[in-house]
């Protein structure tokens, strides 16, 4: 069984940062792609960032600039550093982790998400 757990997430006034961690727990031999989604209401999920193992990065072109996703292997990790936040961030955002565990099974694994509001 696999866990992704999210922290950081808060209210911020416009221009204020935010720093989200998620962390993987469980039966975990590799993880590969881990990402961030956020999903604001009434509209679908969307992808934010993503990253590879190897630290390749991908960012929607509404957070470049803005936003930086990065990654602790040691530690299952992956952090969204969030800079300059606007109140069309504002959102429930889900951290995600494609995991191979010790039975050679891959798993497309969710967070429960986290709530960023930015307002002032």
């Known amino acids: 069984q696999v866990q992704l757990v999210e922290s950081g997430g808060g209210l911020v006034q416009p221009g204020g940062s935010l720093r989200l961690s998620c962390a993987a727990s469980?039966?975990?031999?590799?993880?590969?792609?881990m990402g961030w989604y956020r999903q604001a209401p009434g509209k679908q999920r969307d992808l934010v960032a993503s990253?590879?193992?190897?630290?390749?990065?991908n960012y929607a072109d509404s957070v470049k600039g803005r936003f930086t996703i990065s990654r602790d292997n040691a530690k299952n990790t992956v952090y969204l550093q969030m800079l300059n936040l606007k109140p069309e961030d504002t959102a429930v955002y889900y951290c995600?982790?494609?995991?191979?565990?010790?039975?050679?099974?891959?798993?497309?694994?969710w967070g429960q998400g986290t709530q960023v509001t930015v307002s002032s």
């Open positions: 469980g039966s975990i031999a590799i993880i590969n792609n």
């Open positions: 990253i590879t193992r190897g630290g390749y990065t």
């Open positions: 995600t982790a494609s995991v191979m565990d010790y039975d050679h099974r891959n798993q497309n694994i």
